[in-house]
Every structure is written in structure tokens, then in C-alpha cells.
């Protein structure tokens, strides 16, 4: 009898400790899709790892559709198609409606942020290319991706860093970003700008051709005024993970958001809640899986700023776990105050200009969308 009593005890034990498990685990759909960067990509890989711990925790099945270009990371998130999206600096762009979102189709889009990693950026050249600064950049092979504002205009803007435009380098377009960034190894290009763990860039390290980081000093002041007037999202950034940097040597580069796991303003707050949950609880899963996964942990990569206004599902999460602030309150009203004048203006300028050719709306467009962001200054 003892035996069977000891054994009752044990199953009430474990049948409660079931049932406050499922009482806490996140309610996570059977299937999700997530879109992001084209396979090989630091996005893809860090979207994978994730996915992989969703799937052995939770047994969420998760599809990733991989994309080269902004534009098809972006379609199935808007259609309905997709759950979640990994972009680049693209839910910046679609939120206010700039650069290849400045058309009658798109322009500004009620985007959310759920987390977004902190990585950085410079323009990364071949060894042999003879690029020490940005200023050596001119005349150069630049690798630029079609249809893809992300990396198009963080170059831009790392390039006025030195004080050239697009007019002072030869700019190449590739059809990908894989394309764009295998580029230097093939000698297509001699420099581009991207986040400094693709994998492309460790062939490159390798390759007969080396690489090298051109440096964006932190005390050069005019040139972070002419790099911020261009894209003013990112900041000074001492970056001690890049493909072919010494260990304990860090490269100077800017700090922006990649990849931002990104929802569209209507997704249930718990379906998002649920989401972040199940980011928080599995971190112990992937955050090795790349170099620089551990910067998902969300006192990281759940504050401001951030390339759009974080979901009301997601602020919830992190006000439970203290790590939202009455400052991260503060600049997210900001920054959606930012997005309802962007969208307001949008719909009374596509209504009053319906007629223009594309060319002169988007031109035409981006002249009143600095006009709204100057106002709200």
C-alpha cells in the first residue's frame, strides 16, 4: 500500500507540474511562415535557429520563405501569407512610405516590431581593393541589390560618410544579395555595405582577396552629420564580431536593427504576446547558433530604437518581465505619432495626385513626407 500511495503522490506531482506547464508554455499555432533574407544570409541562418527551437520546444512547425529583395520579404507579410517577417532596414522605408516605397502601390504601412537584434554596418571591402577609409571607395566597384532599399541606402549614407555620392563610385546592381554579396570574392565588386557576419563575407576573409572594414569614427562629426541626413537610424557602434576581425580587435561601424522580426499592426496582440514568449523562453536554444545570436536576448533586443513602433503584444511581454520603461513608452509614442502623420498624409496627397506619373508622385511624395517629419520636430 505504501508503494502505491508513494506512486499516487508522484503522478499528482508530475500530472500538476504538466498542467502548469501548459498553463505557461506560449500558445503557439501548429504552423507558422516567416519570410527573410535570401539563404547564406545572417537573417536566413538567425531566423533558422529560431525557427529550430520553436520547433524542438514547442513542436511549431515553421516554413521560411527566403527573399533577396525587401519587396518579396515584404508581399506575403501584407497578403496575409505570412506570420512574421525578418527584415532589414525595409520596415523603415514601408513605414514611411521612402525610396522604393514611394509609389501609388505602397507608401507609409502600419508596421509593428516584435524584437530586433542590434548589428552593425560599414562598407566592407575586398582586401585587395585598396579601400582603408570611405573616402578611398571612390571610383570603385560598389555592389549594390535590385529592389532593395536596406542595403542600397545604408550604403548611400555610409558613402556621404566620406563625402561622396553615387555619382564619385561604379555602382552594381545584382539581382540578390547573396548575388551582391558574393560579388567581392568573384572580383564583381570591390566593396558593399551589409552587416559583417554573412556568411559570403567569411569566403571572402578566406579568399585570395581578404577584406577589410573601412572605419566610421565616432568623433568624425561632419561626417555623421552628412551619413545621418541620408538615413537617420543609426549611430556609432564598436562591432567585435565580423567575419575575418582578430579576436579582440573591434572594427568601428554604425549600430542599426537587423534582422527586426516584424508583424503588421492588426495581428492579435496575444497571438504576439505568445510570440516574444516563446523568443524569451527559448534564447537558451539558439542563441549560439550564430556569433551574434546572443543579442536576441530581449534587454537587448526589445528596446528602442527601433525601426517602427513595437506591437502592443510585444510592450506587454516586456512590461511583465521589467525591461520596458516609462522611456521606451515615451519614444514609442513618438514614433507612432511619427506613422499616423505619415499615413494621414498620404491618404490626402495619393487622393489630390492620383493623376501624376510615378516618377513625379515619388518625387513629389518625398518632398511632403520631409515636410510631415520636419513638423513633428
Known sequence: MKKLAVFGAASVLACTGLAAWAQSAPDLPDTMVWTAYDVGSAGYAEASAIADAFGREYGTRVRIQPSGSGIGRLQPLLQGRADYA???TEAFFLGEGAYDFATP???????????????????????????????????KRIAFVAGNPSVNVKCEAILAFGGLTLDDVEVITFPTY????????????DATCTTPTTSQLYELAESPRGI?????????????DQLLTVLPIMSPSDEDVAAGLPEGETAKMAAYRYPVITTTADKPADEVYAFIKALDETFDL????????????????????IDIPF???????????????????????????????????????????????????????????????????
Open 86 to 88: 525578418f527584415l532589414a
Open 105 to 139: 502601390e505602397w507608401g507609409p504601412t502600419q508596421l509593428r516590431a516584435v524584437a530586433g537584434r542590434p548589428a552593425g554596418i560599414t562598407l566592407i571591402a575586398a582586401g585587395d581593393a585598396g579601400i582603408a577609409t570611405v573616402e578611398d571607395a571612390r571610383g
Open 178 to 189: 547573396a548575388a551582391a554579396m558574393s560579388s567581392m570574392t568573384r572580383n564583381e565588386a
Open 212 to 224: 577589410a572594414y573601412a572605419p566610421l569614427e565616432p568623433g568624425n562629426d561632419a561626417g555623421w
Open 286 to 305: 539558439y542563441k549560439d547558433g550564430t556569433a551574434t545570436m546572443s543579442r536576441w536576448s530581449l534587454d537587448r533586443s526589445g528596446k528602442p530604437a
Open 311 to 377: 506591437h502592443e503584444g510585444a510592450i506587454r511581454y516586456l512590461t511583465e518581465k521589467g525591461i520596458w520603461t516609462d522611456e521606451d513608452q515615451a519614444w514609442n509614442d513618438r514614433r507612432q505619432a511619427r506613422m499616423d502623420a505619415l499615413v494621414a498624409a498620404w491618404d490626402e496627397f495619393r487622393a489630390e495626385n492620383a493623376e501624376m506619373d510615378e516618377a513625379a508622385f515619388s518625387e513629389a511624395w518625398m518632398n511632403r513626407r520631409n515636410e510631415v517629419v520636419a513638423s513633428l520636430d
